[in-house]
């Protein structure tokens, strides 16, 4: 058992996200950690083939995956909303180079939300990131990541698009905050 | 220390002669002008905003490269906006990339205010803090071609902090369209655009 499963819910997407960076070709894995990217990173960190980097802040990702792109490589960076916040200026990079795009941004401040303090940025993640002309996909079930996510990366690497999939509250489960 | 003597230019100049295989990223403003003063070229990637991602953007290129030199070339304003990468690069330690910081402490294109590294914030004992393998702080011309031979010989990440005079030299514009320079640089490496 996994400390970053819920019960219950269907809990595939969580490999999913990891098996579709992979089939994408993405080489580097770089992220601020959040529970909900928990299996993904794990299995970055795992694999010889993928350079799995952890930030102090998410905007550090973008610079790094613009550099990565530089070098022939592709790449992903997985965050929570609250990230996205911390990327705007930097995102200027992405529109100004097109440069391609992937991140993976799992929601708080969405749904049932324990932590007010998160609804602020958490209601204004997606308009954010498409004030700064990043695509964006939601999935709230668990069947609709792997679709979504390789529909961004396709749009991303082939097509130098800024793309983001949302992962909603819904599709995390609920934060413990009695244990 | 606040800032230093050491002109700029000599210094970048000096650093990007016979650069063989070498990637050059560069901080917005002045250290954008001061390599493309010594020489635009196809491997340059020069930033225009994003401001302290210079490092980053360098992290990166090394990780993606491992087999060529990469130069990250900034200045203390920059750097300090990306405080935090520095943290990011010791955990890596990409044997390939070396980081050369222009401090004159201060923000040199907004009016010459004094920055942090101007009122104590020494950059080079940071780098060693973060666990950098090899930092060095650089107040004399002699020691710049030692420092160009170990930026080429990717033996270890290192960062150097360059004691550079606080002026505003006639700027030397690189492109501005990001574009183009990227997709140059990328087919400079042989990797076609979209």
Redesign the interface.
């Known amino acids: 058992m996994v400390s970053d499963t819920a019960e219950g819910a269907d809990q595939s997407w969580r490999q999913d996200v990891f098996d579709v960076l992979k089939a994408a070709g993405v080489k580097h894995v770089v992220y601020v950690p959040d529970a909900g990217h928990a299996t993904a990173i794990r299995l970055a960190e795992a694999d010889p083939e993928i350079k799995a980097v952890v930030l102090t802040t998410e905007e550090e990702g973008i610079g790094y995956l613009a550099g990565a792109w530089l070098g022939g490589e592709r790449g992903a960076l997985l965050m929570q909303s609250s990230g996205v916040g911390n990327c705007i200026n930097t995102l200027g990079l992405v529109a100004c180079a097109r440069f391609p795009f992937l991140a993976v941004v799992t929601m708080r401040g969405d749904w049932a939300e324990f932590n007010q303090w998160q609804n602020p940025m958490g209601q204004a993640t997606e308009a954010a990131l498409r004030l700064m002309g990043v695509m964006t996909w939601r999935a709230d079930e668990a069947k609709d990541v792997a679709p979504l996510l390789r529909g961004a990366a396709t749009m991303a690497f082939e097509g130098d698009g800024a793309c983001a999939l949302l992962l909603g509250q819904r599709l995390i489960g609920e934060k413990e905050w009695a244990k | 220390m606040i800032g230093g003597t050491l002109d700029r230019r000599a210094v970048v100049a000096d650093l990007l002669q016979d650069r063989g295989e070498l990637?050059v990223?560069t901080g917005l403003g002045s250290p954008s002008y001061d390599v493309m003063a010594a020489g635009d070229h196809d491997l340059n990637?020069y930033?225009?905003?994003?401001?302290?991602?210079?490092?980053?953007?360098?992290?990166?290129?090394?990780?993606?490269?491992p087999h060529r030199p990469v130069l990250v070339v900034t200045g203390d304003g920059e750097a300090l906006m990306?405080f935090?990468?520095l943290?990011?690069i010791a955990?890596?330690k990409p044997r390939n990339l070396s980081i050369v910081i222009l401090d004159n402490g201060h923000f040199g294109e907004t009016g010459m205010q004094p920055s942090h590294a101007g009122q104590g914030i020494e950059l080079s004992r940071v780098a060693e803090a973060c666990g950098f393998p090899v930092v060095d702080l650089v107040t004399e011309r002699q020691v710049v071609e030692p420092l160009r031979r170990r930026i080429q010989a990717r033996e270890s990440l290192n960062l150097a902090v360059v004691k550079i005079q606080a002026e505003n030299l006639p700027r030397a514009l690189p492109p501005r369209d990001?574009?183009y320079?990227?997709n140059r640089?990328?087919l400079a490496?042989?990797?076609k655009p979209?």
């Not at chain 2, 930033?47 to 490269?65: D, E, K, Y």
């Open positions: 990637l990223v990637y930033l225009w905003a994003a401001m302290g991602s210079a490092m980053t953007v360098g992290l990166g290129l090394a990780m993606a490269q990306g935090g990468a943290a990011t955990l890596r990001g574009v320079v990227k640089f990328r490496l042989g990797h979209a």
